[in-house]
C-alpha cells in the first residue's frame, strides 16, 4: 500500500504560480507510473501530467505551463504550475500505480481568481 498526501494548494491569481506536493508514505523509486490529475466542479476528473518510465506526458491544456517532476530522495512528486489562469481551477489529485493498484491522495483545491 502507499499512502498519498498532497499540498501547496491555495489561492493565486491569474498569471500567478503554485507548486503542488505529493508525499508518498514509501519509496517510489520503483514506481514507475505516477501522475497528477484535477477535477473541476461539475466535470469528470482529468488527467493533467504523469511520468510513466521517465517519460512525462501533458494535457494540451496545460503544455508549456506545468512541469511534472519526482525526487525519490524525498518521495514526492510534484506539479509546478505557472501563468495559471481560472480554468485551473480545481482539485488537483495525485495518483501511482503499483501494478494492479491505483492509489489517489486526499487532492489539495487550486483556485485562480482575482
Known amino acids: 500500500q502507499v499512502q498519498l498526501v498532497e499540498s501547496g494548494g491555495g489561492l493565486v491569481q491569474p498569471g500567478g504560480s503554485l507548486r503542488l506536493s505529493c508525499a508518498a508514505s514509501?519509496?517510489?523509486?520503483?514506481?514507475?507510473?505516477m501522475g497528477w490529475y484535477r477535477q473541476a466542479p461539475g466535470k469528470e476528473r482529468e488527467l493533467v501530467a504523469s511520468?510513466?518510465?521517465?517519460?512525462?506526458n501533458y494535457a494540451d491544456s496545460v503544455k508549456g505551463r506545468f512541469t511534472i517532476s519526482r525526487d525519490n530522495a524525498k518521495n514526492t512528486v510534484y506539479l509546478q504550475m505557472n501563468s495559471l489562469k481560472p480554468e485551473d481551477t480545481a482539485v488537483y489529485y495525485c495518483?501511482?500505480?503499483?501494478?494492479?493498484?491505483?492509489?489517489w491522495g486526499q487532492g489539495t483545491q487550486v483556485t485562480v481568481s482575482s
Open positions: 514509501r519509496s517510489i523509486s520503483s514506481i514507475n507510473v
Open positions: 495518483k501511482v500505480v503499483v501494478f494492479p493498484f491505483d492509489y
Open positions: 511520468i510513466t518510465s521517465g517519460r512525462t
